[in-house]
């Protein structure tokens, strides 16, 4: 019985190991501005030269992984992007930075009624976050970098970080070449300000109880409707973790990458 639990208990450990492994993938980073920080994480490419160029991808986590350890938000997607299958087919730049916990990517007021349903106000037209601020901020300079294809500079984002991707393209729409927003919203009323320079693939349930994918279907159709190019997937059967089957689509890095100004 002692030599089975043994067995378990190394196999479990081992399990965890594993798992955790895609972690030392990226390398840890504070972005500092006047005294306020921005952890982030951030991988290259498997044999990076810094005289050849590479595509930049930003992920941006939801509400369950803000915080200060400078790891949680790479709990959704980390292990993905750091998997050999993409690596190998798509080497890039990937960043995860991390908000605080008391904070939001977007500018976005949450109201909840008495049986618990959600709805959201999204101002991205005023000033932003202190997270949002420090984010605009590392993407300019990470953009600076002479190994970045500055042609291809992605954005993503699930949940609230859904929220952010739509604010930050917002905020910055001439720097962002392609977005995927997976289960947010926002206001549908600016999507003209970066509907004909961002193209988008958006994701949603259509069971999802956290965020209405109505949010995501008038993001969809303002900026279809100010001459954008957009993608809609939505799940019929899927709550609010959208982002396991949409990180499963056959085409999803296949179109991300192939997009350029």
Not at 75 to 95: E, M, Q, W
Not at 112 to 127: A, L, T, V, W
């Amino acid at each position: 019985m002692k030599i089975l639990l043994s067995t378990l208990i190394l196999l479990i450990s081992t399990i965890n190991t594993m798992s955790q492994d895609y972690i030392t993938s990226y390398e840890e980073k504070v972005f500092n501005d006047k005294g306020s920080t921005l952890p982030y994480r951030i991988m290259y490419p498997k044999n990076f030269n810094p005289k050849n160029k590479y595509p930049l991808v930003i992920f941006l986590h939801g509400a369950g992984e803000r915080g200060s350890d400078n790891q949680k938000q790479l709990t959704h997607g980390g292990s993905l992007f750091a998997s050999d299958s993409v690596r190998n087919k798509f080497p890039a730049i990937v960043v995860f930075p991390q908000c605080n916990a008391n904070s939001y990517w977007a500018n976005v007021k949450i109201y909840q009624d008495d049986k618990g349903f959600r709805s959201f106000q999204f101002i991205p037209e005023g000033k932003p976050t202190e997270p949002m601020d420090l984010l605009v901020k590392l993407s300019k300079a990470l953009v600076k970098e002479k190994y970045i294809d500055k042609k291809r500079v992605y954005i993503s984002g699930l949940s609230m970080g859904a929220m952010g991707t739509f604010e930050l393209i917002y905020r910055q729409p001439k720097l962002f070449t392609a977005a995927i927003a997976i289960c947010g919203g926002s206001n549908p009323n600016v999507a003209k300000k970066y509907a004909e320079k961002v193209k988008i693939w958006i994701f949603h349930g259509e069971m999802d109880e956290i965020v209405s994918p109505e949010y995501s279907k008038l993001m969809y159709q303002a900026i279809l409707a100010n001459g954008g190019e957009a993608k809609l997937t939505t799940y019929p059967l899927v709550n609010h973790n959208s982002w396991d089957n949409a990180f499963k689509e056959p085409e999803l890095f296949q179109w991300l990458f192939s997009q350029t100004k």
